[in-house]
């Protein structure tokens, strides 16, 4: 049975949404805990600033709509912003974290763990198809 298209639509959207959300929820709380960053009020703009002495420039409305929901930040961006609130790029972008340091012997079985997780939470094609390309090179 073929979805019609509009359906179809309505699924991608619900699933985008719902990763926007996740995305704006782990951004929230990386601010909320950033010893720098303001309680409430200010911190859109802390963090522009913040954003800025590392080299990234976006507008206050941008971030109000990372914070909302309503986007997220291109791929790109995405470890320019952990920097500067001092948390894991691959946590704030799909919500996993990584194992910590492995030791040099361990390291394949270390980075396979990570991309098996990565599989195993993500719902973004994207991400999927990266993490899996990954996985079989380390595997080889």
Known sequence: MDIPSDLAKVGET??????H???????????????????????????????????????LETIRKWLSGEALPRPTRMGVIAQALKVDATWLEVGVDLPPACEPD?????????????LQLSDDERIQSIAREALTKAKS
């Open 14 to 19: 619900m699933t985008s949404s719902s990763r």
């Open 21 to 59: 959300d996740e995305f704006a929820n782990r951004l929230a709380k990386s601010l909320s805990s950033h010893p720098q960053a303001p309680p409430a009020h200010g911190r859109n703009t802390w963090l522009r600033k913040e954003l800025a002495i590392l080299g990234l420039a976006v507008s």
């Open 106 to 118: 361990a390291a394949i079985l270390c980075l396979e763990e990570a991309l098996e997780t990565i």
